[in-house]
Every structure is written in C-alpha cells, then in structure tokens.
C-alpha cells in the first residue's frame, strides 16, 4: 500500500521562477493537506483540499501561491515569482474520505531559492 | 500566535530508561491531539493520539496522558531505545459542532530526543 508520494524531493529555483510541487495521496484518501517547516521550526499549516475544492486556504500567503487538487492526477502546489524567503520543506498529508483526524505525511519536497 | 508549544527544544536519556516528552497548548477549541516522530529529511510518522475525552491512551511502548484543565499533554517512552532518537511533534486539530474535523492540524515546534546506548 503506497504511502503518499511527492515529487520531486528537491527542488532548486531562482528568484522569480515558478516552483510546482506534487503530491498523490494515499490510496482512497480524497483529503489533501499542505503544510511547510521553515528551518527549525515546526510544520505550518496551508491548505485543506478535497478533490476539485478548496476547503480552507486560511494558511496560504495571499500573493503567489495556489493549490489545486483536480478530478484526476496528484494535488499541485504552486509558487510563483520565488524569493529566498520560500526555501523550506513543503509536506503533504492526506486522510480518508471519511475525513478523520490522522493525517498521513509524505517525505516533503524541499524547496531552495538561489 | 503559537497555540501549541513544546518548551523543551531537546531531550536526552538513556537507553532502557523513560523519556517524557511535553506539550501545552492556549485552544479550547482543540478535541483532538496527536504525536508525530521525525526523521531527518522524512515526513512525519504518526505515532498515537487521543481524543479529548480521554486523559490516557497506550499503545506499546508509547503512552499519552491528556490534563484538559492544565491544556496539557506529555508522551511517555518506555522503555526508551536509541532507534526513537528523532523529532517528536504535538499537534492538536479540533471539531465543529456535528464532530467533523476542520482539517488542519497546528503543531508545536518539535523536541529532538537523543537516547544514548
């Protein structure tokens, strides 16, 4: 049973690039979570998403960010126009269609603006 | 704001010996806690929870105890080996009305624990 996978696990840009983060959850989970860790830090919450719907985006900075979970294919997480202050690690979680509390983590992608 | 706060940055004991790990949080609004272990460069690996209707769940080796009053939470490892050296995570999520989670869990800043052989 595969577990939730991201790609790609590293992931280097320059200012200004776009960065595009995935990630498929686990089998029969609809639930897509978003979370980042800044360097020693814990993990702060994004985005809340179900499939073709946004559930809560009260974590997401207001400016060049986006997330979308489509009908078919992984959840996306999009930044663009980059700055040094995005380098983290981007994880996703998911859980079952029945929602529930556990969230499932993926190994992250970490993210390095030059 | 952090609502859920691990004080204690890290943690050291020895192997066969219980290792206690801590974690307060400001929300009565959270119902639902859980602790998440962290390898360097994995994701999270869940690891027990509890339900604010409870004050103990035991699961092996690892047991959380829930004060409601104090809005605080400890892990108990025991006995401690040297392969739970890691990241420990509290997170806590909470529950509308009719019992569905919000979704999002906030998590407290991680203790590293170290246990030496």
């Known amino acids: 049973n595969a577990g939730v996978m991201q790609n790609p696990r590293h992931l280097v840009r320059r200012r200004g690039q776009e960065a595009r983060l995935r990630c498929s959850p686990m089998k029969g989970h609809s639930h897509v979570y978003w979370y980042r860790q800044l360097p020693e830090e814990g993990l702060k919450f994004m985005v809340y998403l179900q499939k073709e719907n946004i559930i809560d985006e009260s974590g997401m900075p207001k400016e060049r960010f986006s997330a979308e979970f489509p009908k078919e294919g992984p959840s996306i997480l999009r930044i663009q126009q980059v700055v040094r202050g995005d380098s983290a690690a981007y994880f996703c979680a998911s859980s079952p269609r029945n929602g529930g509390d556990i969230q499932y983590f993926g190994a992250g992608t970490r993210l390095s603006v030059l | 704001d952090q609502q859920v706060k691990q004080n204690s940055p890290s943690l050291s004991v020895q192997e066969g010996r219980i290792s206690i790990l801590n974690c307060d949080y400001t929300?009565?609004?959270?119902?639902?806690f859980l602790w998440y272990k962290k390898y360097p460069a994995e994701g999270p690996t869940f690891l027990i929870s509890i339900s604010s209707i409870k004050d103990k769940n035991e699961d092996g080796r690892f047991t959380v105890f829930l004060n409601k009053s104090a809005k605080h939470l400890s892990l108990h490892i025991v006995p401690s080996q040297p392969g739970d050296s890691a990241v420990y995570f509290c997170?806590?999520?909470?529950?509308?009305?009719?019992?569905?989670?919000?979704?999002?869990?906030?998590f407290g800043q991680g203790t590293i624990l170290t246990v030496h052989p």
């Open positions: 929300n009565s609004m959270f119902d639902y």
């Open positions: 997170a806590a999520s909470a529950r509308n009305a009719g019992g569905t989670s919000y979704g999002k869990l906030t």
